[in-house]
């Protein structure tokens, strides 16, 4: 505590995506004390879920897999307390949107949340929070620079914080205008290193447009409710009462990284009329009850970095991990933000 009663942290870890909650586990767990800062009014980052109408849509992340043994024992707490099951082993794929589709399992589990795609951050957020880690949402950071002692963090329309550690998250150009904000790609002295910034700058992301259709019946898509596509406008789509988490048809449909490219900046109601158009053999006759567009511009990393972190500054230490370091997805970005929560409290358990 500080003199005037404020609680005084170890550790600000920056982003409440699954990457940071599970950063934050490690730091908690070497006993540090920690808080997570996340923009956004929930947990969870890019595995998203919107209600629309009573319909409930997985908008970001729609399944998940589970290969390494770190990620593999967070998801069996998880299934246990209630909160993941196995989807599927595998989904229908087609060549294109008009189809035909053809049976596709290949016997790899896929998961979801039991509810919906946010219950494992929201799992792992109640978690670390009885363990003492304040997750604090609506709570968005615009710099970060550093004392040579003390990382400063400035947060919109709150006090600043000062910290000895901080784990960065956000997508990585967000955290590089994060870096800049604070004069910490300027600075030669207490600067982000050039090989650091080198490497982070070489990091590239897709977008993806994600448009969310509730039912008035059920939709044409056949069990067990998503379809890959292999080229054409449109990626994947996916029915999330076949899913097993919308009491309502419901459909999700993420256009190609090159359509999101292409269309980037054409007004939402444009996009979204388009691709409405384009999912119509999946509508069928239902009619759409109510519809919403989100535009993801860091949807999934094109370039990722072969380390699971990268230390952006040793003292005071600032690292940087989640889905585009060691390997993409909701696996690879839990398994960043351990190994970098790892690595952090072990520093600053030295230090
Ligand atoms: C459309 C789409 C489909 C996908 N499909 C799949 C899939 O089927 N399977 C799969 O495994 N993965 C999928 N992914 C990828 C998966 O969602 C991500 O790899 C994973 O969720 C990334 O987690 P993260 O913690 O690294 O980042 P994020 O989830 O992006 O978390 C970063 C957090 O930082 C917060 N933040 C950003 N800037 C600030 C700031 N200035 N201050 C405070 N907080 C900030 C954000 O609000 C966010 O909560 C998909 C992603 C998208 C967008």
């Given at each position: 505590m500080t003199a005037d009663g404020e609680r005084r942290?170890?550790?600000a870890v920056i982003?409440?995506?699954?990457?940071?909650?599970?950063?934050?586990?490690?730091?908690?767990?070497?006993?540090l004390e920690v808080i997570v800062l996340d923009k956004a009014r929930g947990v969870g980052g890019r595995m998203a879920t919107r209600r629309l109408a009573d319909a409930v849509l997985d908008h970001g992340a729609q399944f998940?897999?589970?290969?390494?043994?770190d990620f593999a024992g967070l998801v069996e707490a998880a299934a246990a307390a209630g909160r993941v099951a196995r989807w599927c082993d595998g989904f229908s794929r087609a060549a294109g949107v008009e189809g035909p589709v053809v049976p596709a399992a290949d016997g790899h589990a896929r998961w979801r949340g039991m509810q919906a795609m946010t219950d494992l951050p929201k799992f792992l957020a109640a978690e670390v929070n009885a363990g003492g880690a304040e997750v604090r949402t609506q709570a968005r950071v615009v710099g970060v620079a550093t004392d040579g002692e003390r990382?400063?963090?400035?947060?919109?329309d709150a006090a600043p914080l000062a910290v000895r550690g901080v784990v960065v998250t956000t997508p990585v150009p967000q955290a590089l205008d994060l870096f800049a904000a604070g004069g910490l790609l300027t600075d030669p002295a207490g600067g982000i290193a050039a090989e650091a910034r080198r490497r982070l700058a070489t990091v590239a992301y897709d977008p993806c447009f994600a448009l969310m259709l509730a039912l008035d019946r059920p939709s044409c898509v056949p069990a067990p409710g998503g379809i890959q596509?292999?080229?054409?406008?449109?990626?994947w789509l996916a029915d999330n009462h076949l899913k097993g988490i919308s009491p309502r048809p419901a459909l999700t449909?993420?256009?190609?990284?090159?359509?999101?490219r292409t269309r980037f900046d054409d007004p939402p109601d444009e996009v979204a009329r388009t691709l409405r158009e384009l999912a119509a053999p999946w509508i069928g006759s239902a009619a759409v009850v109510e519809q919403s567009l989100q535009r993801w511009k860091f949807a999934t990393p094109t370039v990722v970095l072969d380390a699971p972190f990268v230390v952006a500054t040793a003292a005071p230490p600032i690292v940087c991990c989640g889905d585009a370091f060691a390997g993409p997805k909701v696996e690879g970005?839990?398994?960043?933000?351990?190994?970098?929560?790892r690595w952090l409290g072990g520093a600053l358990a030295c230090a």
């Amino acid at each position: 505590m500080t003199a005037d009663g404020e609680r005084r942290f170890d550790v600000a870890v920056i982003g409440a995506g699954i990457a940071g909650l599970c950063a934050t586990r490690e730091l908690a767990a070497a006993g540090l004390e920690v808080i997570v800062l996340d923009k956004a009014r929930g947990v969870g980052g890019r595995m998203a879920t919107r209600r629309l109408a009573d319909a409930v849509l997985d908008h970001g992340a729609q399944f998940f897999t589970v290969r390494g043994a770190d990620f593999a024992g967070l998801v069996e707490a998880a299934a246990a307390a209630g909160r993941v099951a196995r989807w599927c082993d595998g989904f229908s794929r087609a060549a294109g949107v008009e189809g035909p589709v053809v049976p596709a399992a290949d016997g790899h589990a896929r998961w979801r949340g039991m509810q919906a795609m946010t219950d494992l951050p929201k799992f792992l957020a109640a978690e670390v929070n009885a363990g003492g880690a304040e997750v604090r949402t609506q709570a968005r950071v615009v710099g970060v620079a550093t004392d040579g002692e003390r990382v400063r963090l400035e947060i919109e329309d709150a006090a600043p914080l000062a910290v000895r550690g901080v784990v960065v998250t956000t997508p990585v150009p967000q955290a590089l205008d994060l870096f800049a904000a604070g004069g910490l790609l300027t600075d030669p002295a207490g600067g982000i290193a050039a090989e650091a910034r080198r490497r982070l700058a070489t990091v590239a992301y897709d977008p993806c447009f994600a448009l969310m259709l509730a039912l008035d019946r059920p939709s044409c898509v056949p069990a067990p409710g998503g379809i890959q596509f292999e080229s054409g406008p449109i990626s994947w789509l996916a029915d999330n009462h076949l899913k097993g988490i919308s009491p309502r048809p419901a459909l999700t449909v993420h256009a190609s990284a090159e359509f999101s490219r292409t269309r980037f900046d054409d007004p939402p109601d444009e996009v979204a009329r388009t691709l409405r158009e384009l999912a119509a053999p999946w509508i069928g006759s239902a009619a759409v009850v109510e519809q919403s567009l989100q535009r993801w511009k860091f949807a999934t990393p094109t370039v990722v970095l072969d380390a699971p972190f990268v230390v952006a500054t040793a003292a005071p230490p600032i690292v940087c991990c989640g889905d585009a370091f060691a390997g993409p997805k909701v696996e690879g970005a839990a398994t960043s933000g351990l190994a970098a929560g790892r690595w952090l409290g072990g520093a600053l358990a030295c230090a």
